[in-house]
């Protein structure tokens, strides 16, 4: 076993950290008032070819490896896992396209979304289909040569400012295993952006409802074949969710050396806070954990990139790192003490942040569900 870096994605983590430090940490504090989207950051990883991960380099990606892609996240979230998780986005959209799209299609969408700095979002959540993605009940009805599509969506990252949407919908609406995957163009007639969710944390990730009315789509922006719909979801999720748990590594890692620093600084009863133990254990479970997340993070993406089975190691790493986050960034306000609970330090925001990552791209309680599943099946 290696587990050292390799020279590449060493050079790499150390340009975004540099990139993050000089682009995000300046602005992070700000964006997160404003709950401003940040285009300009976007734009500067589009010229630096740290945009679209998961697009192969023949259809205008980077063609970066798994691993190289989590570490990449990781560093962008120590600046803001708002900004990171702006940038995963495209990802997201685009694994079903592909993992499942025809040849055609991919040559369609995906070099232009990646030449053009084109957003795209993933529609599946549904006010009434979250974790249950049976109960989806946005429909695709054929007549003809197009596809017609009726629902609404919710909760869909970069919503707002989407030019592309896979728009997850049922071409049977009475057979709940009839799931269907679609590429639909944002500016289409009956495609509506509807309200802005207003949140708690990762307020630079703009989220928002969509909602499809008599939408008419060619029939071949079908991704795949009808049907194919859930386990292209869960192929996208498997293979989605080591970016939020190195989301996840990236804020702890963050909220730790904020605490380690305060801890030095702050001075009470004639010493540093560092000195007293109860502090210093505070630190060294905080360490622990995140070089614990860190680990199986990179497992779960080192898997990928080996094309071995992953779907456990993808589930068990964003559980651990997201659970790993929230106790982390908590810890790191109570280390901060009344300045860790005021809007002037960050890591009060830090540990908003951290909440959404144990309910995103699958609550933690589905996770176990998975995880027991892959040991009992």
């Known amino acids: 076993m290696i587990f050292e870096l390799n020279d590449e994605q060493k050079a790499i983590k150390k340009m975004v950290r540099e990139f993050t430090e000089k682009e995000i940490v300046p602005v992070a504090r700000d964006l997160d008032d404003k709950e401003e989207y940040p285009f300009e950051i976007i734009k500067k990883l589009d010229e630096l070819g740290l945009s679209n991960l998961a697009v192969p380099e023949?259809?205008?990606?980077?063609?970066?490896?798994?691993?190289?892609?989590?570490?990449?996240?990781?560093?962008?979230?120590?600046?803001?896992?708002?900004?990171?998780?702006?940038?995963?986005?495209?990802?997201?959209?685009?694994?079903?396209?592909?993992?499942?799209?025809?040849?055609?299609?991919?040559?369609?969408?995906?070099?232009?979304?990646?030449?053009?700095?084109?957003?795209a979002s993933f529609c599946l959540t549904e006010p009434n289909a979250g974790s249950d993605v049976g109960a989806v009940s946005t429909t695709a009805e054929k007549k003809g040569n197009e596809y017609i599509i009726n629902g609404n969506k919710c909760f869909i990252t970069s919503g707002s400012h989407a030019d592309y949407y896979t728009v997850f919908a049922k071409t049977n609406k009475n057979d709940p295993k009839s799931l269907s995957a679609f590429m639909v163009e944002a500016d289409l007639p009956g495609v509506v952006r509807g309200k802005k969710e207003i949140k708690m944390g990762i307020r630079a990730s703009d989220t928002a409802e969509i909602i499809f009315e008599e939408v008419k789509i060619p029939s071949e922006n079908l991704i795949g074949k009808e049907g194919d719909g859930f386990r292209l979801s869960m192929q996208t999720l498997d293979m989605a969710r080591p970016t939020v748990g190195a989301i996840a590594v990236g804020l702890a890692q963050a909220a730790f050396e904020a605490a380690v620093s305060h801890a030095k600084e702050r001075v009470q009863f004639g010493r540093?806070?560092?000195?007293?133990?109860?502090?210093?254990?505070?630190?060294?479970?905080?360490?622990?954990?995140?070089?614990?997340?860190?680990?199986?993070?990179?497992?779960?993406?080192?898997?990928?990139?080996?094309?071995?089975?992953?779907?456990?190691?993808?589930?068990?790493?964003?559980?651990?790192?997201?659970?790993?986050?929230?106790?982390?960034?908590?810890?790191?306000?109570?280390?901060?003490?009344?300045?860790?609970?005021?809007?002037?330090?960050?890591?009060?925001?830090?540990?908003?942040?951290?909440?959404?990552?144990?309910?995103?791209?699958?609550?933690?309680?589905?996770?176990?569900?998975?995880?027991?599943?892959?040991?009992?099946?």
């Open 272 to 377: 540093p806070i560092a000195y007293n133990q109860g502090i210093q254990f505070i630190l060294a479970d905080m360490a622990t954990e995140i070089e614990a997340a860190r680990l199986l993070v990179y497992q779960a993406s080192w898997l990928k990139d080996q094309k071995k089975p992953f779907s456990r190691q993808s589930a068990i790493s964003k559980l651990y790192a997201s659970d790993m986050a929230m106790r982390v960034t908590t810890n790191a306000v109570q280390v901060l003490g009344g300045y860790g609970y005021s809007r002037e330090y960050m890591v009060e925001k830090y540990m908003r942040d951290a909440k959404i990552m144990q309910i995103y791209e699958g609550t933690n309680e589905i996770h176990r569900i998975v995880i027991a599943n892959q040991i009992l099946k």
């Open 58 to 119: 023949e259809y205008g990606g980077p063609g970066v490896d798994s691993l190289s892609a989590t570490i990449i996240i990781e560093e962008l979230a120590f600046g803001c896992a708002g900004v990171a998780t702006s940038a995963a986005c495209n990802s997201l959209a685009l694994y079903p396209l592909i993992l499942g799209g025809s040849q055609k299609l991919k040559e369609k969408y995906l070099p232009f979304i990646c030449n053009n700095g084109k957003f």
